[in-house]
């Protein structure tokens, strides 16, 4: 009971460079694998394909595909970041705003951001990792009678929980790149991997060992009673 916390609490995205000389054990890849295969699905309807990319040529394809911040992002994230650590952690949601480049953080400099957003190379974001696991559903299929595929979704949620949480298990980092299923990326990176039209990218984790330690900050969640309720809806 105690080691299962534990390792939930140790999870967390790592958001620095991996060592690209150091591959991720194959033997370890299957304990990944097989904490996927095991995940619970809506219906057990086992959602997804996971596509293991950890061929060099492939890696340098993918990494060679741009990618730009879209507006929605750029002005939905700014809602939601803290400016200070004393506002994250009264807050106890959200991210701080030092993990994003100045314009983002500052009202006044906003639009500017949004103007000269660029497309950048995934190379950046893959960041030296050596492996992806990039993870893959039918996008004509739904969980029976699930509006919107709800319920798919959160299945495939709960793939990339069982996939992180063996990989923490291992002491092998992960980072998760929603930017694989964004708009262009994700055509392009499904020409580079010979994926069918009807796939759609779910999300890509980079996997890997870092080189060096991520920046310290705190890590922050709500208390317990601030969001149970017992037996009725009590928030006033
Ligand atoms: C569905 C989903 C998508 C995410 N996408 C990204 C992402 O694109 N980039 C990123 O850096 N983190 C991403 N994350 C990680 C969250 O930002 C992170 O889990 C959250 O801020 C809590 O931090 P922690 O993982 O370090 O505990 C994603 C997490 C989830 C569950």
Request: proline share 6%; with cysteine.
């Amino acid at each position: 009971m105690a080691d299962i916390l534990e390792i939930i609490q140790q999870r967390q995205s790592m958001r620095v460079p991996f060592d690209p000389n150091r591959q991720v054990p194959k033997k370890s890849l299957m304990q990944i694998l097989d904490a996927t295969r095991w995940a619970p699905t809506a219906h057990n309807m086992q959602n997804f394909e996971v596509l293991v990319v950890d061929d060099r040529k492939i890696l340098d394809k993918i990494g060679n595909i741009k990618s730009r911040v879209s507006e929605a992002f750029i002005r939905e994230n700014y809602q939601q970041l803290s400016f200070s650590e004393e506002e994250l952690l009264r807050k106890k949601v959200g991210i701080l705003g030092t993990n994003f480049p100045a314009d983002w953080r500052d009202p006044a400099r906003l639009e500017k951001a949004v103007r000269e957003s660029v497309s950048r190379p995934l190379k950046e974001r893959i960041n030296g990792s050596p492996m992806l696991l990039i993870v893959i559903y039918d996008s004509r299929k739904r969980a029976p009678a699930s509006e919107g595929d709800v319920l798919g979704f959160i299945s495939l949620g709960c793939v990339m929980e069982n996939m992180w949480l063996m990989a923490q298990s291992l002491e092998i980092s992960v980072h998760i790149l929603s930017v694989f299923s964004g708009e262009t990326v994700e055509r392009d990176v499904k020409q580079v991997l010979h994926i069918p039209e009807y796939m759609k990218i779910a999300f890509a984790a980079r996997l890997g060992y870092p080189v060096s330690k991520p920046a310290k900050h705190p890590r922050v969640r709500r208390d317990v009673e601030m969001f149970v309720h017992y037996n009725r809806f009590s928030r006033v």
